[in-house]
């Protein structure tokens, strides 16, 4: 009874994706074409090309980035769903990407210049700017990524803290043309809970979803965990416990050996349509579509904004992170995020909610999968 128990809980937590390239609409689960239409707009023949573009759209990328080299200056998927721009800085390169289906865009800055403009923000010990006034406005730098549409470092921050962004961007040698500051309303969370549910529970308190199923566990978001603590199902059921997690830092990412005798399933619950597949870990592109699961508000979908965002959550900066338009809400940290069958990440934390709608960024999965040295399991 309680292995039934234990494999039902897998099939209810463990994340989905779904729908390679080549699927039909009608190979597209239910929830996920319900979820499309909801949060993109998108009937069940569009969803399917969207998410065939979007995989074909990453593919590409990656051998434009290999024969631009330093020249290479970012892509991303207009809000069209269709128009793969790729930007590059040398105008000899504008012929390829449009032989290889891209639309070519000549900027001034390579995505090398600006990524390691913000790596160096990464190296910075990031004060915020303190003062004694009562009344005073709160300060913060929320994140900063590299916006390459804009073709410029982004820093987010408080309405109180621009000034201290744009000292901050001189300070790793950016001119004026080549950053910008935004304000945000709020600082990011992570959306870890005290609530108990259907998920995981660490050490029988907290609630998060579980990530992705792997050969020897899960993965899951690492600010659910240390290193030790115990996993259980909300009924008091050992799933295993936490063998390596990282946050802050470089990442936000644990990952959860089982028990001896878990069966590990690559399906998650499609929150009452049944059980949905994992085929692969294809990083999605900029402006891609994508999908994300989670204990709380089951499944929400939207867009990739940005790659290799760095994060500041009140416990510390997180590097790395992918931010999107998806919304969540505290309990569905550490769940899935995926483009149709492809598994992208975990989700970290953002800011909003799923009524009125908000910002969540993702830890990728496959850098999880290359750290501890994991095997994603497949439908």
């Not at 598994?343 to 909610?353: C, E, I, L, P, Y």
Request: hydrophobic content about 40%; aromatic content about 6%; glycine content about 12%.
């Amino acid at each position: 009874m309680e292995l039934i128990k234990f494999l039902t809980f897998l099939a209810a937590v463990l994340p989905v994706a779904y729908g390679a390239p080549a699927q039909t609409s009608s190979s597209l689960h239910p929830k996920l074409l319900a979820a499309m239409k909801r949060d993109l707009g998108l009937d069940a023949e569009q969803a399917t090309a969207r998410v065939a573009r979007d995989i074909w759209a990453s593919d590409v990328i990656e051998q434009l980035k290999s024969s631009a080299g330093n020249s290479f200056a970012g892509a991303w998927i207009a809000e069209d769903g269709h128009t793969l721009n790729v930007a590059v800085t040398d105008e000899a390169l504008v012929a390829e990407v449009t032989a290889a289906g891209a639309t070519p865009a000549v900027v001034a800055n390579s995505f090398s210049k600006l990524e390691e403009a913000k790596l160096a923000l990464d190296n910075i010990d990031i004060e915020q700017p303190k003062t004694l006034a009562t009344d005073a406005a709160e300060t913060g730098i929320a994140a900063y990524y590299v916006d390459v549409a804009a073709n410029k470092l982004v820093i987010e921050a408080l309405a109180a803290s621009t000034a201290h962004a744009e000292s901050l961007a001189a300070q790793v040698g950016l001119a004026a043309s080549e950053f910008e500051v935004k304000t945000v309303d709020a600082m990011p969370t992570t959306l870890a809970t005290v609530l108990g549910g259907d998920a995981y529970l660490i050490n029988r308190s907290a609630r998060c979803s579980v990530g992705f199923s792997v050969t020897t566990g899960f993965v899951s978001a690492g600010h659910c965990g240390t290193a030790g603590a115990s996993a259980t199902t909300s009924s008091g059921a050992s799933l295993g416990s936490f063998s390596a997690s990282v946050f802050p830092g470089s990442a936000d990412m644990s990952y959860i050996r089982t028990v001896s005798g878990t069966t590990l399933s690559g399906y998650i619950d499609g929150y009452g349509s049944g059980n949905l597949p994992v085929s692969g870990s294809t990083a999605s592109a900029t402006g891609a579509s994508i999908c994300r699961s989670g204990s709380t508000t089951g499944v929400h979908c939207g867009t990739v904004r940005a790659l290799g965002a760095t994060v500041t959550y009140s416990q510390g900066r997180v590097t790395g992170l992918t931010q999107t338009n998806v919304c969540a809400e505290p309990g569905d940290s550490g769940g899935s995020f995926y483009t149709g069958a492809q598994a992208q990440g975990v989700t970290s934390g953002g800011s909003g909610d799923c009524t009125v709608g908000g910002t969540t960024y993702f830890q990728p999965v496959n850098e999880i999968l290359s750290t501890y040295g994991l095997t994603l399991v497949r439908a």
